[in-house]
């Protein structure tokens, strides 16, 4: 999981970010195969990735750990505390919402990293960023009124899955702060998942959630999820965030609805809502643009 000195060729790079959504892609499946808190859920994914991450951070980089620099190390655990809040908020829109529009408005994220941009620039957002987000909210707002004909419950997930997208837009921002300032992929995920575990494992502690006698297939699913969307898939993005933008990180992401959805009418037997079939297709329009305003 280091990164060697040699820069990676393109078919490498795009091959280990194929892998990387493929695994990703997964996380959903698993949520539903759970039956836990998405407290519970959260902590488990990022719980078990850590166990696995930072016992190899301190046996191979121990010196550049000590070594960092303090706007490194709170780069990396921003990034962290931002990918705790994203699990919070998309696990919960799963258990009320399709897999398919959970999916769909949680890779919202280079929408948000163009206006946060442009924010923090302070620069007038240009025509894409506009575009981005006018079909953004038009392909949301379809979304929202299929949801609505489901009840209240569908409309408020659809909700928590945009905030989970934003979430996940500081996570990347973050990610990409640290890798930037030189520190190694397995020093920067033993921190960001290393310090999410933690606050979300105090969550959990404190807020006094069952952790124990859950069924084998939740804890099979919830280990699974952190051993193979967590170490492998979410590795893997974080180990390109030091050769790519974060917002074309986030335009390879435009996979993961779809292939999600997919699994979930493997898996479960679960129709794409005909709103999302409506709708998605315009938020993956504005997600492009806003990558490539964000590129630009």
């Known amino acids: 999981m280091t990164v060697s000195s040699a820069p990676p060729s393109a078919a490498a790079a795009i091959a280990v970010l ?3 959504l493929a695994a990703v892609s997964h996380g959903s499946i698993f949520v539903r195969l759970a039956d836990a808190h998405p407290f519970v ?3 488990f994914r990022v719980g078990t990735a850590a166990l696995v991450v930072v016992p190899m951070a301190f046996a191979l980089r121990r010196r550049e750990l000590a070594a960092l620099d303090r706007r490194t190390v709170l780069a990396s655990l921003g990034a962290g505390v931002f990918l705790a809040l994203h699990f ?3 696990i919960a829109s799963l258990g009320q919402t399709s ?3 959970s999916t ?3 890779t919202l994220n280079p929408v948000w990293i163009a206006l946060v941009t442009a924010l923090i620039t302070r620069r007038r957002p240009g025509g894409l960023v506009a575009a981005s987000v006018a079909l953004s909210v038009a392909g949301c707002a379809i979304i929202a009124w299929g949801s609505a004909g489901d009840g209240s419950g569908s409309l408020a997930g659809d ?3 945009v905030l989970g997208g934003m979430c996940a837009a500081g996570y990347l921002m973050m990610g990409r702060l640290a890798r930037q300032r030189g520190i190694s992929l ?5 921190l960001c998942y290393g310090g999410a575990a933690v606050l979300l494992w105090t969550l959990v502690l404190a807020l006094g959630l069952p952790v124990v006698g859950l069924t084998p297939m939740t804890y099979g699913a919830m280990i699974g ?3 193979i969307s967590q170490v492998i898939g979410h590795s893997g993005y974080n180990w390109a965030l030091k050769l790519f933008n974060p917002a074309f990180i986030a335009v390879c992401l435009l996979g993961e609805p779809i292939l999600a959805s997919a699994l979930g009418l493997i898996y479960f037997g679960e129709a794409i809502p005909l709103a999302t079939l409506a709708g998605a297709p315009i938020i993956m329009a504005g997600i492009y643009l806003g990558a490539r305003a964000e590129l630009r």
């Open 225 to 227: 999820m952190g051993l």
């Open 18 to 20: 194929a892998v990387a």
């Open 88 to 90: 919070i908020t998309w």
């Open 159 to 161: 909700g928590l899955a």
């Open 186 to 190: 397995i020093s920067y995920v033993a």
């Open 104 to 106: 769909v408005l949680v």
């Open 99 to 101: 897999i398919a529009n």
């Open 41 to 43: 859920i959260s902590a």
